[in-house]
C-alpha cells in the first residue's frame, strides 16, 4: 500500500499513461503536492464554463454520464495506485462541484463563488451522511458518491441562498 498523500514518480507515469488514471486525476490537476481537492474543483470550473450553458435535462445527463465514467476510472486508478481513495484521484470534484453549482448556471458570478466555497465546505467537513458514506464505500463508487452527496447538500444551500438573496 502506498502513503496517501505522497505519488512517487512511477505512480505519476501510471496515471497519466493510461485514459482511467488520466481522467481520476482531473487531467493532472490532482497531481499538486498539496490541496488536490481544492485543485481539481478550480480546474472542474474550466469545463463547467461550458457546460453550464446546457439545458438543465442535457446538464444533468452529462452529469450521470460523468459519474458513470468516474466510477471506471477511479476504481481503475485506485486499483494502479493499490489504495481506494488516493488524493489525487479528483474526478469526483469535478462532479461534485458541476452538481453544486446547478443553481449557478445562469446566475450572478457571486453564486459561482459561493458554489465553490459551499462545495469545498461540504467536501472537506463531511458532515453525516457525507462521513459514512466515505467510510463504508470501496473502489471507485466510493470516491464518487461521497463528492456527488457533498454537491447536492452545497446546490441546496446555494439555490435556498439565491431564493435569499434574489432581489439584492
Wanted: hydrophobic share 60%; net charge positive; proline share 5%.
Amino acid at each position: 500500500m502506498t502513503d496517501k498523500k505522497i505519488l512517487t514518480a512511477e505512480q505519476r507515469r501510471i496515471l497519466l499513461s493510461s485514459p482511467a488514471g488520466w481522467l481520476a486525476c482531473g487531467f493532472g490537476s490532482g497531481l499538486t503536492p498539496k490541496a488536490q481537492g481544492t485543485f481539481g474543483s478550480l480546474a472542474a470550473l474550466l469545463p463547467w464554463l461550458l457546460l453550464r450553458h446546457l439545458s438543465l435535462p442535457v446538464y444533468v445527463l452529462v452529469l450521470v454520464v460523468a459519474f458513470a465514467i468516474g466510477v471506471w476510472a477511479c476504481t481503475v486508478a485506485g486499483r494502479a495506485l493499490g489504495v481506494d481513495d488516493h488524493r489525487s484521484l479528483v474526478w469526483d470534484e469535478f462532479v461534485g462541484l458541476w452538481i453544486a453549482l446547478i443553481p449557478a448556471m445562469l446566475a450572478p458570478w457571486w453564486m459561482v463563488i459561493a458554489g465553490f466555497a459551499l462545495f469545498r465546505l461540504f467536501d472537506v467537513a463531511k458532515p453525516w451522511p457525507i462521513s459514512w458514506l466515505d467510510r463504508r464505500l470501496k473502489g471507485g463508487l466510493g470516491v464518487m458518491v461521497d463528492d456527488v452527496v457533498a454537491g447536492v447538500f452545497a446546490a441546496i444551500v446555494l439555490a435556498i441562498l439565491g431564493a435569499v438573496f434574489a432581489g439584492t
